[in-house]
């Protein structure tokens, strides 16, 4: 997959593909419907498939969330797509003169002058242009105008209710990453640099690779079993361990929030690498120990049972395809 920023410098053969559009914060199955329709309508023309997405989020720029609530910073973001079979994605800086643009600017300047888009796909929800002034039917009519078409996919649900990245948002903040991972129907991951500590956790026996988390939604806090990627250059070393989200408060008075991951049976040097922690299994919350032998002996009995998770639960997330519902216009 190729990313670009700037579509006013596309190269031909990134230009008249089959493009899906949305924001896309999670990659969860309802946004999986979307591409995935976007996919079976380029192999069915033979022609390359697109994504375009906004960054930062228009909810970052207008500062309507207090704190942070992104589920996939652009990274991660782009690695899902990627497993998605995409070809192109386009990735449009998003800011105040952005969002200022009327709807049919926005089709003519975006979608006809830059991507030269052959077929249009979006969420039955979509809004676009300024003051959102835009939507489905009214992309329709500009498509129509312009000579694309545009196909718009309706919601998609299972078996716990609709898709969204609202409801991955509330599985996750009340501590139920396998509910998440079945609305998104992968691992939701946090990553980051590993960073010194405290070392408090070797002189316990429990070394911990330690990340501070920004810009990106706090799940609850508490102790998960976790998968953790290490970034190898040329691969990723998954390993299993025990996690702690929080303040930390039995062994430091800050009121920061840090993500402590004890990989299980790893002896390599991990400073400075790039870590990927999956969220299997929430085992308990954060909260304060009377001294450190009794936070120690807590800790053990954590790995036993984020091992016992580990082992039942498989490497392989919960599958990627739906079959969304739709409806075209050209």
């Known amino acids: ?10 190269p031909d053969d990134a230009k008249g593909a089959v493009v899906a559009i949305g924001n896309f914060d999670g990659v969860h199955r309802g946004h999986q419907a979307v591409i995935g329709a976007a996919c079976g309508l380029a192999m069915a023309d033979e022609t390359p498939l697109g994504v375009l997405t906004f960054e930062p989020h228009p909810r970052e720029v207008f500062g309507t969330h207090a704190t942070p609530f992104r589920l996939t910073p652009l990274r991660i973001k782009a690695r899902l797509i990627e497993a998605l079979d995409v070809d192109f994605l386009f990735v449009q800086h998003f800011d105040r003169d952005f969002a200022k643009l009327t709807p049919q600017d926005f089709v003519q300047k975006t979608l006809v002058d830059g991507l030269k888009a052959r077929h249009v796909v979006v969420g039955y929800d979509f809004e676009f242009g300024k003051n959102r002034e835009g939507n489905v039917a009214l992309l329709q009519q500009l498509g129509g ?35 998440a991972a079945a609305l998104l129907g992968h691992w939701w991951e946090i990553e980051g640099r590993i960073e010194h500590g405290q070392a408090k956790g070797s002189g316990m026996g429990f070394p911990t690779a330690n990340l501070k988390p920004q810009d990106v939604l706090a799940p609850a806090t508490g102790v998960y079993a976790v998968r953790a990627g290490i970034d190898m250059g040329d691969a990723t070393r998954w390993v299993n361990g025990v996690a702690n989200f929080g303040k930390r408060p039995t062994v430091t008075d800050k009121d920061e929030q840090v993500f402590e991951v004890h990989l299980f049976d790893c002896k390599q040097d991990l400073y400075g690498k790039h870590l990927r922690v999956r969220l299997i299994g929430h085992l308990r919350p954060e909260r304060r120990f009377d001294n450190l032998e009794a936070l120690k002996a807590q800790i053990a009995q954590d790995v036993a049972q984020a091992r016992k998770i580990l082992e039942q639960t498989p490497d392989v997330p919960p599958k990627h395809a739906l079959s969304p519902s739709m409806k075209s216009s050209t």
């Open 145 to 179: 105008q312009y000579g694309f078409a545009v196909t718009s996919v309706q919601p998609v649900s299972g078996e716990s209710g609709l898709y969204s990245s609202t409801a991955v948002r509330a599985a996750l903040s009340e501590g139920r990453p396998a509910d």
């Open 1 to 10: 997959m190729r990313l670009y920023r700037h579509s006013a410098d596309l």
